[in-house]
């Protein structure tokens, strides 16, 4: 089966601290991407990051980071300094044949 | 582009009536995904279409769930007879022709609570 697991059901952090979620994939194709999405009350998808599994480097988008390791199908999201803003439901995802899966999402508070 | 639209935003409907979920993909996009969004299974692909046809729907749950795509602007989800556990938050998304290095984008999404 092919599957995004998110271990984490909820995180809490700080205001201006870092915080990580985690996501882990399984898949057997070898050429595919992996993105994460936050849903905040409003219910929208926002697009955070993206990474191509076919790239080493990590992705980063302002205090959005992620760490990559194709060997652990690992996929974790770092997020810096968090804000309020930050406070919502992250989702992983992975597409390799047209077909985005996701997990089953991460709530993060942001403490005051 | 206005995005995806998904009509209507929030459905209350009684059981065993049927249910229908509208979606209008982004222009020019040819892959349409349905998701169901609960709190124990967090998002489900149920079906996804390329250029109006269905390609995989091995997650719709049951029969009583089908899920049509006419032309390239219009898709439905419907569910005959729609039961309380079919409560949920219904997405609809699209993506280009490169699909796999793009997002898909989503709609707001429709709340169905059948009572």
């Known amino acids: 089966a092919q599957t995004v697991t998110q271990s984490q059901p909820e995180m809490s952090v700080q205001e201006a601290e870092t915080v990580t979620l985690s996501c882990t994939y399984d898949t057997s194709e070898s050429d595919y991407y992996l993105f994460w999405y936050k849903q905040p009350p409003s219910r929208q998808m926002i697009l955070v990051i993206r990474q191509e599994a076919y790239k080493q480097q990590n992705a980063t988008e302002n205090r959005f980071s992620v760490n990559f390791q194709k060997a652990a199908k690992s996929f974790s999201l770092k997020i810096s300094d968090s804000q309020l803003g930050d406070a919502a439901m992250y989702f992983c995802?992975?597409?390799?044949?047209?077909?985005?899966?996701f997990g089953t999402g991460t709530r993060l508070k942001v403490l005051a | 582009d206005a995005g995806v639209i998904q009509s209507p935003r929030h459905e209350v409907t009684e059981m065993g009536q049927e249910v229908t979920l509208r979606c209008k993909p982004i222009s020019g996009h040819d892959y349409l995904f349905w998701y169901r969004q609960t709190m124990m299974r967090g998002l489900e692909l149920l079906i996804y279409f390329n250029n109006n046809v269905p390609i995989d729907d091995s997650g719709m749950p049951e029969d009583r769930f089908s899920a049509k795509m006419p032309n390239a602007s219009f898709s439905t989800l419907k569910i005959q007879p729609s039961e309380p556990r079919d409560s949920a938050v219904y997405f609809c998304?699209?993506?280009?022709?490169?699909?796999?290095?793009?997002?898909?984008?989503f709609g707001q999404g429709t709340r169905l609570t059948v009572v």
């Open positions: 995802a992975r597409v390799g044949t047209y077909k985005y899966i």
């Open positions: 998304a699209s993506s280009p022709p490169t699909a796999r290095n793009t997002e898909a984008f």
